[in-house]
């Protein structure tokens, strides 16, 4: 059997949301910063992200993780997060997963009661929290970097369904947040395909009207998608729900990490939630993640906050991947 582009993986999910994180044979991607690396494996190494992303070894919905070396003095690794669209710039249930993987794989010493490990992700530093009892990881919760409400009450063309008050909101990427029933939807009992549908003419209309910028870096300026939420953004002790569609039509099946903090940020801006309070987000599968509005900070001109957001990850396999030099569908292929 001739085993071509071997590449070996660990595969977790948290909430539900998997993570593929690479672990052997992805060749070195050089870069002085984390961002150049990120743009020397989109406009390089892309097949690579088909291979592992796409069918017959991912799916449509599939999500990744390259470990590479940190550019940050202070990170003990750096990552690249990959989907079927291309690169994030944060991924919150990706950074839980590896708090748990850097423990778990020596990467970071474990030490009782919190193990801190520190993720350079593409947005900036993310300190991961662990929980450990007797050198078994557990839980994890992460710091954000400075999220804030960059749109506040935009009215927007929604093909469909017409003028639609919006924010755009960045928790490590930019997000639109609109209320679900604003298209008579439920974000935990509507079919997943109709919401989809929905969040994507958000993200349209948003892309059509709105310019992002970011004071750190042009490349983090892109609208990543759009979180339908259930509209109860005023601070109470009953979880909220959204459901964060990224990419090209890509469904989070967690809470989104970078969504919480995102979604925070904005009820933050709008006086709803006050620092120090915490509140449970659910997915559209009833998984959750906590959310606190943990400290005030700034990015560039924008008043902004830092985010704590929780949650836990767990294994689910782990595999070899490899193409047979004649396997004609073996690079990767999506059905839709």
Sequence with gaps: MDKQQKISVVDMHTGGEPLRIVTDGYPEIPGDIILA???????????????????????????????????????????LFIHNEGYSTMCGHAVIALGRYAIDHGLVEAKSP???????????????????????????????VPAFLHSRDVTVDVKGLGE?????????AFYGLAPASAFGLD???????????AANAVSDAIRAAVTLQHPDDADLAFLYGTILTDGNDAY???????????????????PTGSGVTARLAAQAAKGLISKGQTRRFESLIA??????????????????????????????GEATFWRENDDPVGNGFLLR
Excluded at 164 to 171: A, K
Excluded at 187 to 197: E, G, P, W, Y
């Design 37 to 79: 690396k990120r743009r020397y494996a989109r406009d390089n190494l892309d097949h690579l992200r088909h291979f592992l992303m796409f069918e017959p070894r991912g799916h449509f919905d599939m999500y990744g993780a390259i470990l590479v070396e940190p550019s940050h003095p202070d990170a003990h690794f750096g990552v």
């Design 114 to 144: 919190i193990t801190e490990v520190r993720i350079e992700c593409p947005c900036g530093l993310v300190v991961a929290s662990v929980e450990v009892d007797n050198g078994v990881p557990g839980a994890v919760s992460f710091d954000s």
């Design 164 to 172: 639609l008050t919006v924010d755009v909101s960045y928790g490590g």
């Design 187 to 197: 974000v935990q009992k509507s079919r997943t395909r109709d919401l989809v549908d």
């Design 236 to 254: 109470s002790a009953d979880p909220t729900a959204n459901i964060c569609v990224f990419a090209d039509s890509q469904v989070d099946r967690s």
């Design 287 to 316: 998984t959750s993640f906590e959310g606190t509005y943990f400290a005030d900070a700034k990015c560039g001109p924008h008043d902004a906050i830092i985010a704590q957001v929780a949650g836990k990850a767990h294994y689910s």
